[in-house]
C-alpha cells in the first residue's frame, strides 16, 4: 500500500466568456426547471420554448437545446451566452468535474 494518495490537483473556475464551452458536441440536457427558467427569461410559454429551442436528446428520454447552424449552443451570440442568467443546471456546473485547464481557459490551479 502507498505511504500516501496521488494528489489531486484543484482548480478552481472563473468563466473568461470565449465561449469555447458552447462549442463542444453533444447534448445539453434540460430539467423541467431549466425550461421554466429559460422560458421566462425569454418571455415564452414552455410549450413554445420547447417548439422553437428543444430536440429530443441521443437518449430519447429528455430534451435537448438545439445547436445553431455551426454547432455551437443555440443561445451563443458573439461568444457569450445570451441567457447566462437562466442557463441550464448543465452548464451552471461547468466546468466541473472532468474539464482541464488545456480545454477551459477559466481553470486555474488553486
Not at 473556475?13 to 430539467?31: A, D, Q
Not at 431549466?34 to 417548439?51: G, H, Q, V
Request: hydrophobic share 35%.
Amino acid at each position: 500500500m502507498p505511504d500516501s494518495l496521488p494528489s489531486v490537483t484543484k482548480y478552481q473556475f472563473s468563466c473568461t466568456h470565449c465561449g469555447k464551452c458552447c462549442r463542444w458536441p453533444g447534448n445539453v440536457l434540460l430539467t423541467e426547471p431549466d425550461i421554466a427558467r429559460l422560458s421566462a427569461a425569454l418571455k415564452l410559454d414552455a410549450r413554445d420554448f420547447i417548439e422553437q429551442f428543444t430536440r429530443l436528446a441521443e437518449n430519447r428520454a429528455q430534451l435537448s437545446l438545439r445547436d445553431a447552424e455551426d454547432g455551437a449552443c443555440i443561445f451563443l451570440k458573439q461568444d457569450r451566452c445570451s441567457v447566462y442568467e437562466a442557463r441550464p443546471a448543465q452548464c451552471r456546473i461547468f466546468p466541473f468535474p472532468n474539464t482541464t485547464p488545456e480545454e477551459c481557459p477559466g481553470l486555474t490551479p488553486v
